[in-house]
């Protein structure tokens, strides 16, 4: 090492702080890790970004893929039978969303703020609808309030199918989702708040409205979103539930498997990027809001012992319980009967998935394959991405392309990216086209659609560590991927498989995005469910949906034995 | 990484190809006929192995023309024979005379010499009437098409969308050739006012009537006979004006690179035994002779088959969708 002198070092740190940077050499290992950000950013482009402008430039073309202009889309505004949908589809998410919102508020709100007995029960039970696929719910809800069902009398003649039988639908499969968003906005509280208020003899109410509320606003805004955008892209329950009212989601299914018609399926899909697009903007914006919310010298707030507020809180969240497993029990007791309504004898014979559609007991062994090679994989990519984005040094243009890459997926409803890439994979032109119809495109396509929570998971868990890991590293001269090793996938191995658990559940009962890209030996077991449910045997898919919960659960059990002993081997430094 | 995907992607690929006996087969069968179907042609030809996509008529068409360019079909098995009508319009079909194709009835298959497809049997509507159910609700069981525009049944019936169901559209094809354009969309209309739900598949609506959603589901005579068989307290009514109808029918990709072996299915397809074999399933069979009896379907199809102009129904698919869909696919609940 050449010496340098102190005034060489003044010199730099005052270029620094005027804001240009020092200049160093490029080491071996910067180049490296520059090569393979901008091999990742390739891969990106060509499993997220491709598929899309694929998708955009099919809208364009008429039916001889000559270029059309804007004639699709007049064509689907000129059809009030078409652009009925998006009226259904705004009001459908607008009231799923406030109702949904609502009771995810007031069950965190229970799970944090209170002290009401069986709080770890609620937390496990509020996390039931992640492990089944959308299309479990509503197939749920025939058996309960259908014309035959148990409980349709509640409904005061009032059909299940159609607006009523969607938003229940959403509401419970979007629930965890907002709740972990509400859980986390209102975790953060800063006590010094409420001191303040019971010093001015503010009534509980008027805290609640003056420092509750507003203390967790961003995560109002932010749950306001994600599941609007979860519900207008959703098209699992009202493909089951929906009777004829028609939506966005399920008119891209019924244009491009129906009626051959890939140009208009385009179409829709542009239009349900749009919310998706939006909801994300303002999620972005919000999150760079929040961090700033809690300062350094806040206090955390610790729930006090409420007699009434807890009793109140049980029982609210004991409601929203009962109705989550009442939804998971009901189709487990239909799945289990020999012919539902008029022979209720438990009998097996639903489960005998190899005589009907959908692919039999084999699209089930497909689907733990695609799932356990999507979490594979995607770990491995995503973690890999997370660590050369944060940790490369300079490159900053390359570094917020791939940011921007890394995050687009979070954007893209999963039936348009599906829709992306048979444009996109089956061109003959294109040298990857040989995939189509392989388990590796159902990997690749998983991957992606749920590359960016699993980046953002990374990115957290990678931020956490201090940068001087690397200096250190770097200073006595180890390559970097040693460091990788050897000290920052030990010390975020939680993350790695969080990861890796929330890429292999999603996988499992994912539909929208793999439902057009599926084959014969690839059939997989929440398709077989839509299939099954298509051509009227629906027990038999309520079976199937609860094979596919069975096996989810019991991953997410094996998954918190092993982080208890792993973690408990490999994290003990975090414990003081 | 990417290498490992696209090394497991070229495994697939290798795998795929291995076996130079691999016919992919596109069909609309139902999946608990195809079994049957398969064990005899395996018989006859275990050198021979079948992988099969199956789906909904208006889904496997649609996978065909949107494969139009890299086709991935050897041979398709069973499809409505409008279907193929307009996937030979397109120009993916090759002719073919199976051996033993003059055994079959000249109706029987595409009139064109040699033929581009050959017909296996007939599958004609069928109405799945819930008799439990009628009887608690008071509803008098359907002898006619016209009977089910009539008020007793209304938000009573499941009826297949005909955009993707095949079973949909020969219903809604028989009804305008019977009665003419004018007074088939007008008792359409008349009926849609009596519909509960438009499903996806043919299968649905029986399957529906079945499990008592509703009383009457417009269906098919093999779902109704095997529904019923099933144990479900249906009865499988054939509508006095006559049954709308399709024929199921194969024909060879004029792509395939299997085309022995796809020689072999469609040869197949129109022996005797195997004709045999479809008439458990339907009533009318292309092999003369062949002839059996539905059990639980009273009634005689073949004589009930409405008038039936394949080249029109073909011809006019797309226009006659796009009407129904205008109609009455937008048309939401009311709420």
Same mark, same amino acid.
């Given at each position: 090492?050449?010496?340098?002198?102190?005034?060489?070092?003044?010199?730099?740190?005052?270029?620094?702080? /005027?804001?240009?940077?020092?200049?160093?050499?490029?080491?071996?290992?910067?180049?490296?890790?520059?090569?393979? *950000?901008?091999?990742?950013?390739?891969?990106?482009?060509?499993?997220?970004?491709?598929?899309?402008?694929?998708?955009?430039?099919?809208?364009?073309?008429?039916?001889?893929?000559?270029?059309?202009?804007?004639?699709?889309?007049?064509?689907?505004?000129?059809?009030?039978?078409?652009?009925?949908?998006?009226?259904?589809?705004?009001?459908?998410?607008?009231?799923?969303?406030?109702?949904?919102?609502?009771?995810?508020?007031?069950?965190?709100?229970?799970?944090?703020?209170?002290?009401?007995?069986?709080?770890?029960?609620?937390?496990?039970?509020?996390?039931?609808?992640?492990?089944?696929?959308?299309?479990?719910?509503?197939?749920? *809800?025939?058996?309960?309030?259908?014309?035959?069902?148990?409980?349709?009398?509640?409904?005061?003649?009032?059909?299940?199918?159609?607006?009523?039988?969607?938003?229940?639908?959403?509401?419970?499969?979007?629930?965890?989702?907002?709740?972990?968003?509400?859980?986390?906005?209102?975790?953060?509280?800063?006590?010094?708040?409420?001191?303040?208020?019971?010093?001015?003899?503010?009534?509980?109410?008027?805290?609640?409205?003056?420092? +509750?509320?507003?203390?967790?606003?961003?995560? &109002?805004?932010?749950? +306001?979103?994600?599941?609007?955008?979860?519900?207008?892209?959703?098209?699992?329950?009202?493909?089951?539930?929906?009777?004829?009212?028609?939506?966005?989601?399920?008119?891209?299914?019924?244009?491009?498997?129906?009626?051959?018609?890939?140009?208009?399926?385009?179409?829709?899909?542009?239009?349900?990027?749009?919310?998706?697009?939006?909801?994300?903007?303002?999620?972005?914006?919000?999150?760079?809001?929040?961090?700033?919310?809690?300062?350094? /010298?806040?206090?955390?707030?610790?729930?006090?012992?409420?007699?009434?507020?807890?009793?109140?809180?049980?029982?609210?969240?004991?409601?929203?319980?009962?109705?989550?497993?009442?939804?998971?029990?009901?189709?487990?007791?239909?799945?289990?009967?020999?012919?539902?309504?008029?022979?209720?004898?438990?009998?097996?014979?639903?489960?005998?998935?190899?005589?009907?559609?959908?692919?039999?007991?084999?699209?089930?062994?497909?689907?733990?394959?695609?799932?356990?090679?999507?979490?594979?994989?995607?770990?491995?990519?995503?973690?890999?991405?997370?660590?050369?984005?944060?940790?490369?040094?300079?490159?900053?243009?390359?570094?917020?392309?791939?940011?921007?890459?890394?995050?687009?997926?979070?954007?893209?409803?999963?039936?348009?990216?599906?829709?992306?890439?048979?444009?996109?994979?089956?061109?003959?032109?294109?040298?990857?086209?040989?995939?189509?119809?392989?388990?590796?495109?159902?990997?690749?396509?998983?991957?992606?659609?749920?590359?960016?929570?699993?980046?953002?998971?990374?990115?957290?868990?990678?931020?956490? *560590?201090?940068?001087?890991?690397?200096?250190?590293?770097?200073?006595? /001269?180890?390559?970097?991927?040693?460091?990788?090793? &050897?000290? +920052?996938?030990?010390?975020?191995?939680?993350?790695?498989?969080?990861?890796?658990?929330?890429?292999?559940?999603?996988?499992?009962?994912?539909?929208?995005?793999?439902?057009?890209?599926?084959?014969?030996?690839?059939?997989?077991?929440?398709?077989?469910?839509?299939?099954?449910?298509?051509?009227?045997?629906?027990?038999?898919?309520?079976?199937?949906?609860?094979?596919?919960?069975?096996?989810?659960? *019991?991953?997410?059990?094996?998954?918190?034995?092993?982080?208890?002993?792993?973690?408990?081997?490999?994290?003990?430094?975090?414990?003081? | 990484?990417?290498?490992? $995907?696209?090394?497991?992607?070229?495994?697939?690929?290798?795998?795929?190809?291995?076996?130079?006996?691999?016919?992919?087969? %596109?069909?609309?069968?139902?999946?608990?006929?195809?079994?049957? %179907?398969? =064990?005899?042609?395996?018989?006859?030809?275990? #050198?021979?192995?079948?992988?099969?996509?199956?789906? #909904?008529?208006?889904?496997?068409?649609?996978?065909?023309?949107?494969?139009?360019?890299?086709?991935?079909?050897?041979?398709?098995?069973?499809?409505?024979?409008?279907?193929?009508?307009?996937?030979?319009?397109?120009?993916?079909?090759?002719?073919?005379?199976?051996?033993?194709?003059?055994?079959?009835?000249?109706?029987?298959?595409?009139?064109?010499?040699?033929?581009?497809?050959?017909?296996?049997?007939?599958?004609?509507?069928?109405?799945?009437?819930?008799?439990?159910?009628? @009887?608690?609700?008071?509803?008098? $069981?359907?002898?006619?098409?016209?009977?089910? =525009?009539?008020?007793?049944?209304?938000?009573?019936?499941?009826?297949?969308?005909?955009?993707?169901?095949?079973?949909?559209?020969?219903?809604?094809?028989?009804?305008?050739?019977?009665?003419?354009?004018?007074?088939?969309?007008? %008792?359409?209309?008349?009926?849609?006012?009596?519909?509960? #739900?438009?499903?996806?598949?043919? #299968?649905?609506?029986?399957?529906?009537?079945?499990?008592?959603?509703?009383?009457?589901?417009?269906?098919?005579? %093999?779902?109704?006979?095997?529904?019923?068989?099933?144990? =479900?307290?249906?009865?499988?009514?054939?509508?006095?004006?006559?049954?709308?109808?399709?024929? @199921?029918?194969?024909?060879?990709?004029?792509?395939?690179?299997?085309?022995? $072996?796809?020689?072999?299915?469609?040869?197949?397809?129109?022996?005797?035994?195997?004709?045999?074999?479809?008439?458990?399933?339907?009533?009318?069979?292309?092999?003369?002779?062949?002839?059996?009896?539905?059990?639980?379907?009273?009634?005689?199809?073949?004589?009930?088959? =409405?008038?039936?102009?394949?080249?029109?129904?073909?011809?006019?698919?797309?226009?006659?969708?796009?009407?129904?869909?205008?109609?009455?696919?937008?048309?939401? @609940?009311?709420?």
């Amino acid at each position: 090492m050449t010496s340098v002198t102190s005034n060489q070092l003044d010199a730099a740190a005052a270029e620094a702080a /005027r804001g240009r940077p020092v200049r160093q050499r490029m080491s071996r290992d910067d180049l490296l890790m520059r090569i393979m *950000l901008v091999l990742l950013t390739l891969w990106l482009v060509g499993t997220v970004l491709l598929p899309l402008g694929a998708l955009l430039r099919k809208s364009v073309e008429g039916p001889a893929g000559e270029f059309v202009g804007l004639a699709n889309f007049v064509q689907y505004f000129s059809n009030p039978a078409l652009t009925a949908s998006i009226a259904n589809s705004i009001w459908i998410a607008s009231i799923s969303t406030v109702i949904c919102v609502l009771l995810s508020f007031a069950f965190a709100y229970g799970l944090t703020r209170t002290c009401m007995p069986g709080r770890s029960v609620f937390k496990l039970v509020s996390q039931i609808p992640l492990l089944a696929p959308s299309l479990l719910p509503a197939i749920s *809800l025939v058996y309960l309030f259908g014309n035959q069902g148990i409980a349709k009398d509640v409904l005061l003649g009032a059909s299940i199918y159609g607006p009523i039988g969607i938003v229940i639908g959403e509401v419970f499969w979007t629930f965890p989702h907002a709740l972990i968003i509400m859980t986390t906005a209102l975790a953060t509280a800063d006590a010094r708040l409420y001191e303040a208020a019971a010093a001015l003899k503010a009534s509980n109410w008027r805290t609640f409205w003056t420092v +509750t509320v507003p203390g967790a606003r961003y995560g &109002l805004i932010s749950a +306001t979103f994600v599941v609007f955008t979860l519900v207008i892209t959703d098209f699992g329950v009202p493909k089951v539930i929906g009777g004829q009212y028609n939506v966005l989601a399920t008119d891209i299914y019924k244009q491009v498997i129906g009626q051959q018609n890939f140009r208009m399926g385009a179409v829709v899909g542009l239009l349900l990027l749009l919310p998706a697009v939006l909801s994300f903007a303002v999620d972005q914006y919000v999150q760079r809001r929040q961090s700033a919310a809690l300062s350094a /010298r806040a206090v955390p707030y610790e729930p006090k012992p409420d007699r009434a507020i807890d009793t109140f809180a049980f029982i609210a969240c004991g409601l929203i319980a009962a109705a989550v497993l009442i939804v998971i029990g009901m189709a487990f007791f239909a799945s289990l009967a020999t012919l539902w309504p008029y022979n209720l004898t438990p009998s097996l014979k639903n489960y005998d998935f190899d005589n009907m559609d959908g692919g039999g007991w084999q699209s089930f062994y497909n689907s733990l394959k695609m799932a356990g090679m999507t979490a594979v994989v995607g770990t491995a990519l995503v973690f890999m991405g997370a660590y050369l984005v944060e940790k490369t040094k300079g490159f900053h243009t390359g570094r917020f392309i791939f940011q921007l890459l890394a995050l687009l997926p979070l954007a893209v409803p999963g039936i348009v990216l599906g829709l992306g890439y048979i444009f996109f994979f089956n061109a003959p032109s294109n040298p990857a086209s040989f995939i189509y119809g392989t388990m590796a495109i159902l990997v690749l396509c998983t991957v992606a659609h749920f590359y960016s929570v699993a980046h953002l998971t990374a990115v957290t868990a990678l931020k956490q *560590l201090d940068q001087e890991i690397e200096t250190v590293s770097a200073s006595l /001269r180890v390559p970097f991927f040693r460091t990788f090793l &050897l000290v +920052t996938l030990p010390v975020c191995l939680p993350a790695v498989l969080d990861i890796a658990m929330y890429l292999f559940v999603n996988a499992l009962t994912t539909v929208s995005a793999v439902v057009f890209l599926y084959a014969p030996e690839t059939t997989l077991a929440s398709i077989a469910v839509l299939n099954m449910d298509d051509a009227g045997d629906v027990a038999p898919a309520a079976a199937m949906a609860m094979t596919i919960f069975f096996a989810a659960t *019991l991953v997410r059990v094996l998954y918190i034995l092993l982080t208890r002993s792993v973690l408990g081997r490999t994290q003990a430094w975090r414990r003081r | 990484m990417l290498r490992r $995907a696209l090394f497991a992607a070229a495994l697939a690929v290798v795998a795929g190809t291995a076996n130079a006996q691999e016919l992919t087969v %596109y069909t609309a069968l139902e999946a608990d006929q195809i079994k049957a %179907y398969q =064990a005899s042609f395996q018989k006859a030809y275990p #050198s021979i192995k079948i992988k099969w996509v199956r789906d #909904s008529t208006g889904i496997v068409t649609a996978k065909l023309l949107a494969e139009k360019a890299a086709p991935k079909a050897d041979v398709v098995f069973g499809l409505a024979a409008t279907s193929l009508m307009s996937l030979d319009k397109e120009g993916l079909l090759q002719a073919y005379v199976p051996v033993g194709l003059d055994k079959i009835k000249a109706s029987m298959r595409d009139p064109a010499n040699p033929p581009k497809w050959v017909g296996m049997d007939i599958w004609a509507s069928a109405i799945c009437f819930n008799t439990v159910e009628a @009887e608690k609700k008071k509803i008098p $069981a359907p002898a006619s098409w016209a009977d089910l =525009a009539k008020p007793a049944y209304k938000g009573q019936i499941a009826m297949p969308n005909p955009a993707s169901s095949g079973t949909g559209y020969l219903m809604v094809a028989g009804w305008l050739q019977m009665l003419g354009e004018e007074a088939g969309w007008k %008792y359409m209309d008349a009926l849609h006012e009596n519909i509960a #739900s438009y499903t996806h598949s043919g #299968s649905k609506p029986c399957r529906q009537a079945a499990a008592g959603e509703y009383a009457v589901g417009l269906s098919f005579e %093999y779902r109704a006979n095997r529904t019923k068989k099933d144990g =479900a307290p249906i009865e499988a009514i054939l509508p006095k004006e006559g049954l709308g109808w399709d024929m @199921e029918a194969s024909a060879i990709m004029a792509a395939t690179k299997q085309l022995d $072996a796809a020689k072999k299915l469609l040869d197949w397809s129109v022996t005797e035994e195997a004709n045999k074999l479809y008439a458990q399933n339907f009533a009318v069979v292309a092999y003369p002779g062949v002839q059996a009896k539905l059990e639980h379907v009273k009634g005689d199809v073949e004589a009930q088959l =409405a008038k039936n102009d394949f080249a029109w129904s073909a011809t006019h698919r797309e226009r006659i969708l796009a009407e129904w869909t205008k109609r009455y696919d937008g048309k939401s @609940e009311k709420k």
